[in-house]
């Protein structure tokens, strides 16, 4: 392996974000990491990109920083504010035949999620969508989610749907109003 590769794990260090997000950027750029086996890894497969290929991943990188810092001082963009509002939705998978199984999860754009979703769970039946930001969508699914039983990710089952409706209820009438014209986009009202 040449001294001009560098994993990602180093990226994601020296940009203070996580693997997840640098694997997210090289997707965005259409850069395929080469893997090799790293004895300081325990001999597992490690992500590696060339040098060149790290200088676009850095501008991008700091794309997202700004951005990030921009949020947080509340000077954000319109383009970047509409992405991150949409809708926080509780459907119900298998109304019939599960009743109790459901979805979670956020949308920019709820009528497209439900077409995707539909392709798995033909069946699938939106119960309520609440306005919401994307930052809030891990804490909404932990909140709502207590005392559910964890089938995957963002996919639980429970003996009452009534009840996590109330826990989503709850959790949002806590949060602070989104931008209404994003959240219309989002459920296909805009």
Known sequence: MGDDLISVIDIARQHGKRKSTVFKV????????????????????????????????TVEMQAIIERDDAEANG??????????????????????FDPGRFKL???????????????????ATVLQSWPCRRLWEKTAIESVSANCEK????IFRTTSLEEVMVRCERFFAIMPPSQSSAYDQAVGQG
């Open 151 to 154: 089938l995957h990710t963002e």
């Open 75 to 96: 000077d954000e963009s319109e383009d970047f504010v509409s992405a991150e509002v949409g809708v926080f939705y509780l459907i119900q998978l298998e109304p019939k």
């Open 105 to 123: 999860g956020f949308a920019t754009g709820m009528s497209e999620r439900l077409r995707h979703l539909r392709c798995s769970a033909p069946f």
């Open 26 to 57: 090289l997707k965005k750029l259409g850069i395929t990491p080469a893997k090799h086996r790293n004895l300081s890894s325990k001999n597992q497969l490690v992500a590696y990109i060339t040098q060149e290929e790290f200088r676009l991943v």
